[in-house]
């Protein structure tokens, strides 16, 4: 329930509190800085939302996001589709700089589908199950930054 604390903590930052549209800006950051040869071409967003409410309660909008690219390496070049849809809601906090997101309920799925050669093949996306985290977040007016380190890319 949303009277319970997340992350040690029942502090909240009033400056996060409201309705909030995700953006996928550091997705396609990410993308640029560790996989040189792929390129973003098409990116597409439904119901991103975010909801912080004062009570400490979140929720999500029912997300649908999807991304297109291609990725181009000598000789060979290779296309890619990622979705991800899901909704999720639970308690959150920000104390010390960090802001808390504790799920207690909701899923998340997603595939991932590479065409090389002519051959295609999609796999799940790993999600695993949900569990709290903590970012470093900066909030100003009508603007809320959260860092999601996603750790680097692995390209043979």
Known sequence: TSCEQCAATREIDRCLVGNWQMTVDGMQEWAREHIPNFRVTHTSLENNT???????????????????????VPGSSAHG???????VSGRWSAAGGRFNMCPDAGSV???????????????????GPLQPNSRTY?????????????GTAMIA
């Open 109 to 127: 799925s997603g595939t991932a589908t590479t065409t090389i050669h002519g051959r295609s093949f999609s796999t799940p996306m790993p999600v």
């Open 50 to 72: 975010l909801t912080l409410n004062e009570d400490r309660s979140f929720v999500t909008g029912s997300s649908h996001v999807s991304a297109r690219g291609r990725l181009t």
């Open 138 to 150: 900066v909030c100003s007016g009508n603007t809320f930054r959260v860092t999601m380190p996603v």
């Open 81 to 87: 589709t990622a979705s991800l849809a899901g909704q």
